[in-house]
């Protein structure tokens, strides 16, 4: 069996236990629901949607991935891809987004399935690297590592989510031939080594970042349980916690060239070189 081929089943095997059926889309009344979908979650600026159905369209019909999570009739989840830099090895993953259980995990597994079999390599896509169970589901559940701090990287984006926050984003890298990739998607997360010696760089103290000095190799960097009910509740604290983790997260990945080597503890685990 090819990986392609294994991975396809892994994929429908995630499907069927999140009771979801995934389907690659490309007519404008399936790509408007995705559009509609897209806009429950994130209640976007009109003028600055995740991405237009006109988009999708493209996508659709010049090879990319656009596809759906379907509960029966209904669409519970998307994902939208395109081929990127270097040619024929990357493919870019610009928005997913699920309303129920498990059909985001079943939308990324049928994704890895499709770049494997279209013979990519790795799969890339941003996130906000202070959402902590975005962080837990990309590190762990999927077995993606960050590579580079982008800062505001999307500019001021008035939704219900993003709002009021800088638009700060990892990129993250899922090399889909890596064993512990595969290990993940078999529903196995990954769950890097933590030494003993590992030392707190960012700590939540009572729901405040607190950072501390440290010379060790390994770092931890912890996150905020809920950075989106932060925002609600206290725009200042939030930012707070923002500057914070710019100042360690980015400064071991940009001023030292540290890698991430996973989640755990409720944060990042980061080592010098």
């Not at 950075?227 to 360690?248: C, F, S």
Request: glycine share 8%; net charge negative; charged share 25%.
């Amino acid at each position: 069996m090819t990986p392609s081929e294994l991975a396809f089943r892994t994929a429908v095997a995630a499907a069927e236990q999140a009771g979801v059926e995934i389907r690659e889309l490309e007519e404008i009344p399936d790509l408007e629901r995705v559009f509609h979908l897209y806009y429950d979650i994130w209640h976007p600026d009109p003028l600055n949607a995740p991405v237009s159905v006109e988009m999708m369209r493209a996508f659709s019909h010049t090879g990319n991935y656009v596809t759906g999570a379907y509960d029966g009739d209904l669409l519970v989840g998307a994902s939208v891809a395109f081929r990127a830099a270097p040619p024929a090895e990357r493919l870019h993953s610009h928005v997913t987004g699920a309303v129920k259980k498990g059909a985001g995990f079943a939308l990324k597994l049928h994704q890895r399935a499709w770049a494997l079999a279209a013979g990519f390599h790795q799969v890339t896509w941003t996130f906000d690297p202070l959402l902590r169970r975005n962080a837990y589901f990309n590190l762990a559940k999927l077995g993606a590592m960050p590579y580079e701090y982008l800062y505001d990287f999307y500019g001021a984006m008035p939704d219900e989510v993003n709002a009021g926050d800088e638009s700060d984003r990892v990129l993250v890298c899922w090399r889909l031939y890596d064993p512990h990739v595969a290990e993940a998607a078999a529903g196995r997360p990954y769950r890097p080594e933590v030494p003993a010696d590992a030392e707190p760089g960012l700590i939540d103290e009572q729901g405040r970042p607190v950072v501390r000095r440290t010379t060790s190799q390994v770092v931890l960097v912890q996150l905020p349980e809920d950075i989106e009910a932060i925002r609600r509740a206290d725009p200042g604290l939030a930012k707070a916690w923002r500057q914070a983790l710019r100042e360690v997260l980015a400064g071991l990945m940009d001023g030292e060239s540290a890698l991430v080597k996973g989640f755990a503890r409720g944060g990042y685990v980061v080592e010098r070189p």
